[in-house]
């Protein structure tokens, strides 16, 4: 039995079906609404967090490594270890596919931390890997700002990196634990981006998502528009406008 109402002029009447159609889509749209609402809020806690750490430069050692905020800017003195580098896979800039480069870097008293040297293009084929030697790897002094290592959203782009004693390793969406087995040593939490101005490096804009507050609270008034607009639609169509 249908839902019915009737007025003086007008007879409105919809099917159960329509019904719970036009509930589930309201909901559905709703959701992902609230969805793109709290991302928004996520990207502007992540924007402050970013603008706050480039207040200062933080000398980075063993013992404030594991303490220290994302997106802390440091300096830091070592020694890179070339020998065993990876090349983080699926990473496109500019419209083109390539890697990012990750080198070890060894403080004085042992402790690793992971260099993000940045991007380099593709070789060609994926056997054909990219030259990412350095010319320097003398003990230095390097700046950069850490932070996580990226992640994807489906566990299927997650590759670990090969346990053969293949350098550089290729790996995709890896975790620390993850590339502190492959060295078969511990590495600190974060990674460090080098900063743009330091040597041996590649192609270094970093910056946070593309997609920021404004976007996902633009997504979020539109995926609630779609429930209204649902709604006006479902009472439109179901008006009998034949005089009752």
């Known amino acids: 039995m249908p839902l019915i109402l009737k007025t003086n002029r007008f007879r409105w009447s919809a099917s159960w079906s329509m019904t719970l159609l036009t509930a589930v889509a309201m909901a559905a749209f709703v959701r992902l609404g609230v969805w793109q609402w709290h991302r928004a809020q996520f990207k502007r806690a992540q924007q402050v967090q970013f603008d706050a750490g480039a207040q200062h430069v933080v000398p980075l050692d063993a013992a404030n490594a594991d303490t220290l905020p994302r997106y802390a800017i440091v300096r830091v003195s070592g020694h890179y270890e070339p020998s065993h580098q990876f090349l983080l896979e699926n990473m496109s800039r500019h419209g083109l596919p390539g890697y990012e480069v990750l080198t070890p870097f060894a403080f004085a008293d042992g402790h690793t931390l992971l260099v993000n040297r940045g991007w380099i293009a593709a070789a060609g084929m994926r ?118």
């Open 127 to 244: 056997s054909q890997l990219p030259d990412i030697g350095l010319d320097h790897v003398d003990d230095t002094t390097i700046a950069g700002r850490l932070d996580d290592l990226p992640v994807v959203g489906l566990q299927l782009g997650h590759i670990p990196p090969g346990a053969d004693e293949r350098w550089p390793k290729l790996t995709a969406f890896p975790t620390m634990a993850d590339l502190s087995t492959a060295l078969r040593r511990s590495l600190q939490r974060h990674q460090l981006l080098l900063s743009p101005g330091e040597p041996d490096g590649f192609d270094r804009e970093w910056r946070l998502s593309a997609f920021g507050p404004g976007r996902h609270l633009s997504y979020a008034v539109q995926w609630w528009g779609f429930a209204t607009l649902a709604l006006v639609l479902y009472a439109w169509l179901n008006i009998d406008r034949q005089r009752a």
